[in-house]
């Protein structure tokens, strides 16, 4: 008859452990890698002119309009305005 009972040795299943350890680690290096250029390849935006103006509305309200132009990071060029009304 066979001598092995069945059980798995332990020297087995540490090894088995570690390679595990070691393949999710190496799964965790290499998709950080590929994320890490990608990410610092997009850049941030500089602002490049920022306006602001306040004035009277008719009703006694203050209307405030504000403008930013930003550079990306690839050449263009995004624009951004707000503007707010405050009513008395």
């Known amino acids: 008859m066979l001598a ?20 999710i680690f190496k799964a965790v290096l290499l998709s950080t890698a590929m994320v890490f250029p990608m990410a610092m390849s997009t850049g941030c935006a500089r602002e490049v002119a920022h306006s602001e103006s306040e004035r009277d509305t008719m009703f006694g309200g203050r209307k405030k309009e504000e403008t ?7 050449g263009t060029t995004s624009v951004e305005r707000r503007k707010s009304t405050v009513n008395p």
């Open 68 to 74: 930013t132009v930003y550079k990306n990071a690839d």
């Open 4 to 23: 092995f009972s069945g059980a798995i040795p332990m020297a087995f299943i540490s090894y088995r452990e570690g390679s595990m350890k070691t393949g």
